[in-house]
């Protein structure tokens, strides 16, 4: 069935390093993507978000790049810091079809080490 | 910045119990929604509530389930005969808009403990 994955469960990093978070879609009509970020005790906050006429939108620390043709997410954030420790999801939904409800992948635990 | 309510943080219950997880939405927000997140799974949809009425639900969605907006601020689930396998985090959500990018602010939560 159409599903969103994460390639990686766990990634660990030291302060001050990049990280990349990646992500796999097979709903090839997703046309929306947003990345969620999740401290612990709190809820999924919005990171950023792509649409799929795009391949890459920067914000502030964060990039997001988005291949089509391998149906692949990945998040990038620049000089991680500690307080970027969170679980990450990427979330998919289809801007027409009548659902526009954001599907979610299973999350990646990032830990920055100081 | 405005964010979105949910109580209590933490229930406890027994199995067969009902509950009843409350939540206030963004006050200009007008699509709301539940997941939940067991625990060390991702977050699933389990329905969204717009204009007094459900507009979408999942498969886990079932009969045990239902939502209400009672009054005009607050949005709830209640769960009729709880199992074991509810144990979940419970989020809601809202957003402004249910179409185009469709981006949900999350609340912080409700952790269901069925015993």
Redesign the interface.
């Known amino acids: 069935g159409e599903s969103v994955g994460l390639h990686l469960p766990t990634l660990s990093v030291q302060e001050g390093d990049n990280s990349i978070i990646n992500c796999a879609y097979s709903n090839s009509a997703s046309d929306y993507f947003i990345w969620y970020k999740q401290e612990s005790g709190k809820g999924p906050q919005f990171i950023i978000d792509i649409r799929s006429n795009m391949d890459k939108r920067q914000g502030q620390r964060v990039t997001v790049l988005l291949n089509k043709t391998v149906k692949h997410l990945s998040l990038q954030i620049a000089a991680t810091q500690p307080g970027d420790s969170a679980v990450y999801f990427c979330a998919e939904n289809p801007l027409s079809g009548g659902s526009y409800i954001p599907t979610f992948g299973r999350g990646t635990s990032l830990i920055v080490h100081p | 910045e405005p964010e ?1 309510t949910q109580t209590p943080s933490h229930q406890v219950t027994q199995m067969g119990q009902e509950v009843i997880l409350r939540c206030v939405p963004i006050s200009n927000h007008l699509y709301f ?1 539940w ?1 939940r997140q067991i625990l060390g ?5 389990l329905v ?1 509530f717009y204009n007094n009425e459900i507009s ?1 639900k999942s498969e886990i969605f079932d009969d045990q389930f239902s939502v209400e907006r009672p009054d005009g601020s607050n949005f709830t689930l209640k769960i009729r005969s709880t199992k074991l396998e509810d144990s979940a985090m419970y ?1 809601c ?1 809202s957003s402004a808009v ?12 409700s952790r269901l403990t069925v015993l």
Request: glycine share 12%.
């Open positions: 979105v929604y997941y799974q991702k977050v699933e949809f969204s979408e989020f959500a249910d179409s185009g990018a469709n981006v949900l602010t999350f609340g912080a939560g």
